[in-house]
């Protein structure tokens, strides 16, 4: 079955950097969009950057935009987030997703998800 497992969360301080990384597996995802969210406990899921698993197209939050930077890797059927000059707003776990949707900020879009990862920067 499908499989996203995120990994590089932890603890931070303000102006620090993160990577996260998306291992994927169980299908190929050639046609698929892979997107990374993020969600506060209380707080609706929130929309951070995803692209084309076959690569061109890529959408960044502007919450986010020129601190992350989101890129995939094929042959190691993986997906990162490079998390820049984090804040503590930026706090959250982040979630990997998969899936063809039409409006890609749309999480309901989505047809697989991961476990999560935590990311808390404290200030």
């Known amino acids: 079955q499908v499989q996203l497992v995120e990994s590089g969360g932890g603890l931070v301080q303000a102006g620090g950097s993160l990577r996260l990384s998306c291992a994927a597996s169980?299908?190929?995802?050639?046609?698929?969009?892979m997107g990374w969210f993020r969600q506060v406990p209380g707080k609706e899921r929130e929309f951070v950057a995803a692209?084309?698993?076959?690569?061109?197209?890529?959408a960044v939050a502007d919450s986010v935009k020129g601190r992350f930077t989101i890129s995939r890797d094929i042959a190691q059927n993986s997906m990162y987030l490079q998390m820049n000059s984090l804040k503590p707003e930026d706090s959250a776990i982040y979630y990997c997703?998969?899936?063809?949707?039409?409006?890609?900020?749309?999480?309901?879009?989505?047809?697989?998800w991961g476990q999560g990862t935590q990311v808390t920067v404290s200030s």
């Open positions: 997703a998969a899936g063809k949707p039409r409006i890609w900020v749309a999480g309901t879009e989505y047809d697989y």
């Open positions: 169980g299908r190929t995802f050639s046609g698929y969009v």
């Open positions: 692209t084309r698993w076959s690569g061109g197209s890529t």
